[in-house]
């Protein structure tokens, strides 16, 4: 047996990948073990080699590897595109003869999958033949490997479901019958996580907890998940889900029903939420909650549409005109997306400011298991509301101590509430007054930040004082963990939250390090220069990557142990 295992099924648009890899990722979380999967696809409709990428392993694992122990090839091209990333010892399954490919090599194992397929009822049900194939190669179960066809396929009737066990089935027989190649099996754990998720889905999950009751996006890959998902549960919890004709419209009309009372939120890319900044400073004047996903990928322009990036951590710190106090919160995990959807609400509602919530394509398309989310964290906090009678509020915007005055609810707890987006005085009219003027912004800027400030999650810290400690934000936190479970005398920071900046507990954690290494998504490392503008503290050097590829755990220890 073995400690752990990466499998790649790849080929084109349209043969299944995706239902193939979370067929697989299912069978081994059911079967107790830790899994962590990656996608990898084209933005064309149709053409190039995709590829579902899975980690499973006896023990936790939360970042992708760099090569793969074993790999299935669905169309010729995945062939070559694949053999670069094989392991020593791997072996890639492939249709030598479907593909045209005369000359076998060693690493190969031929398997006639679409013959199979079409026993099974017709050339798409390859997928799941090679689901059988990679069981057996493997030492998995083929009734575990039967039942996750069965559940990825059942919501298409009971007939599709058959076809694809039986699918399954036949690529187990041949290779049991036919093939003398295996791969040492994976030592099963006893996790006892029970859920499979991706960022986006968590995400989305976290803001219907919350109650979210209002969700408007223009699609936008890679945040199009997260309304797919509020959409998924939209009729049960009673939420209104609006496809915006653009993203202007969708974050004005975010900012118009958290006006109304309704928790709200919309989500973007980098492009759609540069079109937001003018609503998101129209949340800030109005003093109005807004809860928004920035969800990265490259740029600039189209840049990598379906690809992953952390290149507009300054872009959200700063967005919007004017000076205005926000949240930015950065999480590493789907368990920590869940959470920090909910705190979005709160923060949101409480400090009445914009709260963002910035992840990227490989945190919201990465698969992982984990316990299920407790509904009861986070529980709401809608904060300061005017509740004292059906009559005009006299002053919406009147100073206070912290920066926030009592928000009505038109209708409901007020017949009338100003919503100025001019410069305005207390009860909301239109001012030219400077000494207004410095009042306001206090409060929308210092008095709110400093609120803000008190109540920052601190960064998370492993291994304090270690001779390099590495330091990242958002989707590095899996990446980061691994390498320091790795590596001798390695440790790590990762900021779950962006902004305000915890500067006392990121100084705190850096002090007594050998070396410091930022690890981001960029070119520029954006962190390390966000880490010393905020504390003074130089980072000795950064990890960077910017391909448009997820950091692998062997390029990060890589890293760590040829004192980058």
Same mark, same amino acid.
């Given at each position: 047996?073995?400690?752990?295992?990466?499998?790649?099924?790849?080929?084109?648009?349209?043969?299944?990948?995706?239902?193939?890899?979370?067929?697989?990722?299912?069978?081994?979380?059911?079967?107790?073990?830790?899994?962590?999967?990656?996608?990898?696809?084209?933005?064309?409709?149709?053409?190039?080699?995709?590829?579902?990428?899975?980690?499973?392993?006896?023990?936790?694992?939360?970042?992708?590897?760099?090569?793969?122990?074993?790999?299935?090839?669905?169309?010729?091209?995945?062939?070559?595109?694949?053999?670069?990333?094989?392991?020593?010892?791997?072996?890639l399954v492939l249709d030598r003869n479907k593909y045209g490919l005369a000359e076998p090599r060693e690493s190969w194992v031929d398997v006639p999958l679409y013959a199979l397929a079409q026993e099974a009822g017709g050339p798409i049900y390859a997928n799941s033949v090679a689901l059988g194939v990679i069981a057996a190669l493997t030492g998995e179960s083929p009734d575990n490997a039967v039942k996750a066809a069965v559940r990825e396929f059942s919501s298409k009737?009971?007939?599709?479901?058959?076809k694809n066990a039986e699918a399954v089935r036949k690529g187990f027989a041949h290779v049991s019958a036919h093939v003398k190649e295996r791969l040492p099996g994976v030592d099963a754990g006893a996790h006892g996580a029970d859920c499979l998720l991706a960022g986006n889905e968590a995400l989305a999950l976290g803001a219907v907890s919350a109650g979210c009751k209002f969700y408007t996006a223009y699609p936008m890959s890679p945040a199009t998940g997260i309304m797919?998902?509020?959409?998924?549960?939209?009729?049960?919890?009673?939420?209104?889900?609006?496809?915006?004709?653009?993203?202007?419209?969708?974050?004005?009309?975010?900012?118009?029903?958290?006006?109304?009372?309704?928790?709200?939120?919309?989500?973007?890319?980098?492009?759609?939420?540069?079109?937001?900044?003018?609503?998101?400073?129209?949340?800030?004047?109005?003093?109005?909650?807004?809860?928004?996903?920035?969800?990265?990928?490259?740029?600039?322009?189209?840049?990598?549409?379906?690809?992953?990036?952390?290149?507009?951590?300054?872009?959200?710190?700063?967005?919007?005109?004017?000076?205005?106090?926000?949240?930015?919160?950065?999480?590493?995990?789907?368990?920590?997306?869940?959470?920090?959807?909910?705190?979005?609400?709160?923060?949101?509602?409480?400090?009445?400011?914009?709260?963002?919530?910035?992840?990227?394509?490989?945190?919201?398309?990465?698969?992982?298991?984990?316990?299920?989310?407790?509904?009861?964290?986070?529980?709401?906090?809608?904060?300061?509301?005017?509740?004292?009678?059906?009559? *005009?509020?006299? /002053?919406?915007?009147?100073?206070?101590?912290?920066? @926030?005055? !009592?928000? #009505?609810?038109? %209708?409901? &707890?007020? =017949?009338?509430?100003?919503?100025?987006?001019?410069?305005?005085?207390?009860?909301?009219?239109?001012?030219?007054?400077?000494?207004?003027?410095?009042?306001?912004?206090?409060?929308?800027?210092?008095?709110?930040?400093?609120?803000?400030?008190?109540?920052?999650?601190?960064?998370?810290?492993?291994?304090?004082?270690?001779?390099?400690?590495?330091?990242?934000?958002?989707?590095?936190?899996?990446?980061?963990?691994?390498?320091?479970? *790795?590596?001798? /005398?390695?440790?790590?920071?990762?900021?779950?939250? @962006?902004? !305000?900046? #915890?500067?006392? %507990?990121? &100084?705190? =954690?850096?002090?007594?390090?050998?070396?410091?290494?930022?690890?981001?998504?960029?070119?520029?490392?954006?962190?390390?220069?966000?880490?010393?503008?905020?504390?003074?503290?130089?980072?000795?050097?950064?990890?960077?990557?910017?391909?448009?590829?997820?950091?692998?755990?062997?390029?990060?220890?890589?890293?760590?142990?040829?004192?980058?």
């Amino acid at each position: 047996m073995n400690t752990e295992i990466s499998v790649r099924i790849s080929g084109e648009a349209g043969q299944g990948i995706v239902s193939a890899g979370m067929m697989l990722a299912r069978l081994y979380k059911d079967s107790g073990r830790h899994v962590f999967a990656i996608q990898d696809y084209m933005s064309r409709i149709r053409g190039g080699t995709n590829f579902f990428q899975v980690r499973a392993a006896a023990a936790p694992v939360h970042s992708p590897r760099e090569k793969c122990d074993l790999m299935i090839a669905l169309d010729k091209d995945a062939v070559e595109a694949g053999l670069p990333a094989l392991a020593a010892g791997g072996l890639l399954v492939l249709d030598r003869n479907k593909y045209g490919l005369a000359e076998p090599r060693e690493s190969w194992v031929d398997v006639p999958l679409y013959a199979l397929a079409q026993e099974a009822g017709g050339p798409i049900y390859a997928n799941s033949v090679a689901l059988g194939v990679i069981a057996a190669l493997t030492g998995e179960s083929p009734d575990n490997a039967v039942k996750a066809a069965v559940r990825e396929f059942s919501s298409k009737g009971a007939a599709a479901a058959e076809k694809n066990a039986e699918a399954v089935r036949k690529g187990f027989a041949h290779v049991s019958a036919h093939v003398k190649e295996r791969l040492p099996g994976v030592d099963a754990g006893a996790h006892g996580a029970d859920c499979l998720l991706a960022g986006n889905e968590a995400l989305a999950l976290g803001a219907v907890s919350a109650g979210c009751k209002f969700y408007t996006a223009y699609p936008m890959s890679p945040a199009t998940g997260i309304m797919n998902t509020v959409a998924d549960h939209a009729a049960r919890f009673g939420i209104i889900v609006e496809q915006a004709e653009d993203e202007i419209a969708a974050v004005n009309m975010a900012v118009g029903a958290a006006y109304a009372g309704v928790r709200a939120m919309t989500a973007s890319s980098g492009g759609g939420f540069a079109l937001m900044c003018e609503g998101l400073s129209l949340a800030a004047m109005t003093e109005t909650p807004l809860v928004l996903a920035v969800v990265m990928r490259p740029g600039p322009a189209t840049g990598f549409p379906t690809r992953t990036a952390q290149e507009d951590l300054e872009f959200v710190l700063h967005a919007g005109h004017g000076e205005f106090a926000r949240a930015v919160y950065a999480p590493g995990s789907p368990a920590e997306c869940f959470l920090a959807a909910k705190r979005a609400f709160n923060t949101a509602e409480r400090w009445q400011v914009p709260a963002l919530l910035l992840s990227d394509q490989h945190l919201a398309e990465s698969f992982t298991n984990i316990a299920a989310p407790d509904p009861a964290a986070e529980p709401p906090d809608r904060g300061r509301l005017f509740t004292s009678g059906f009559d *005009a509020l006299a /002053d919406r915007y009147a100073y206070s101590e912290d920066g @926030v005055s !009592p928000r #009505p609810v038109p %209708g409901r &707890s007020c =017949a009338l509430a100003a919503a100025d987006s001019d410069e305005h005085g207390p009860e909301g009219h239109i001012t030219e007054l400077a000494g207004v003027r410095i009042k306001m912004t206090d409060k929308r800027l210092r008095l709110k930040l400093a609120g803000l400030a008190g109540e920052v999650l601190p960064p998370t810290v492993v291994n304090a004082g270690a001779k390099t400690m590495l330091c990242g934000f958002g989707s590095t936190l899996g990446v980061m963990r691994d390498a320091c479970a *790795a590596v001798k /005398d390695a440790g790590f920071v990762h900021l779950p939250q @962006v902004w !305000p900046f #915890p500067a006392a %507990g990121m &100084s705190a =954690a850096l002090k007594g390090a050998g070396r410091v290494l930022t690890v981001e998504g960029n070119a520029t490392g954006q962190l390390a220069r966000l880490l010393r503008r905020e504390t003074g503290l130089q980072a000795d050097g950064s990890v960077l990557k910017y391909d448009g590829r997820p950091f692998t755990l062997d390029e990060v220890t890589a890293a760590l142990e040829g004192g980058h």
